[in-house]
């Protein structure tokens, strides 16, 4: 286990709703990455918080928001879903910002979208 | 646009069998390479992580190699058990840019008794 973890584990929301998911980074970790994972395929970076500022971002719309807090834990908010947000939401939390820093995944969120 | 691809795509062997899966990569500029393993439905789970100058990495039967000249990278299992069925995933880290991880799709071994 990494000490990374996840809340809810799994998810069913309709088209159009909002969802939040979250995620407790390691103890002492300052950065938070959230990635989209369909199913077959790998990763797909959507942004990253260092000490509770936006880090860098991937090809996602706006509608995908997120927040860090204080204490580092995550959010990651979804406005106006759509069939193609089905995906396992993972986030992965490092003691830096700085590329060479492994990445702690966690379990992961899997948002199921009808 | 950073790019990295992995082959083949799914893989089945027998159990004590030795494999080797496969990355190339455009990812620039360089910073490191890192192989996972998946499990299914779960987080990925580091197993080696290599700078421009390494050009190989061992972690108990997993040894991964790293060409930065040609941009290849390979992940060699040896004595496959049953526990290493899982997707394999390389990632390549670019030293700027918004998207600093470029994951590749991965690939699917499954190993048989």
């Known amino acids: 286990e990494t000490g990374v973890t996840q809340s809810p584990t799994h998810l069913i929301k309709t088209r159009g709703q909002q969802v939040t998911l979250r995620c407790s980074s390691q103890s002492g970790h300052n950065t938070v990455s959230w990635y989209q994972q369909a199913l077959g395929q790998g990763p797909q970076f959507i942004f990253q918080y260092y000490r509770e500022e936006e880090n860098g971002r991937g090809n996602f719309p706006p509608r995908f928001s997120g927040l860090q807090f204080p204490n580092y834990s995550s959010e990651l908010n979804v406005n106006a879903l759509e069939l193609d947000d089905s995906a396992l939401y993972l986030c992965?939390?490092?003691?830096?910002?700085?590329?060479?820093?492994?990445?702690?995944f966690g379990p992961g969120t899997r948002l199921t979208v009808t | 646009k950073n790019q990295v691809e992995q082959s083949p795509q799914s893989l089945i062997i027998l159990e004590g069998k030795n494999c080797t899966l496969q990355?190339?990569?455009?990812?620039?500029?360089?910073?490191?390479l890192r192989w996972y393993k998946q499990d299914t439905g779960r987080g990925p789970v580091s197993l080696t992580i290599?700078?421009?100058?390494?050009n190989t990495k061992s972690n108990g039967r997993y040894t991964a190699t790293l060409d930065a000249d040609t941009k290849q990278s390979s992940l060699h299992i040896t004595a496959s058990q049953l526990s290493d069925s899982a997707s394999y995933i390389c990632v390549v880290s670019a030293n700027f840019g918004n998207e600093k991880l470029t994951f590749g799709t991965g690939t699917r071994l499954t190993i048989i008794p």
């Open positions: 992965a939390s490092s003691l830096s910002r700085e590329v060479s820093y492994e990445q702690y």
């Open positions: 290599m700078t421009f100058s390494e």
């Open positions: 990355c190339n990569y455009t990812v620039s500029p360089f910073s490191n």
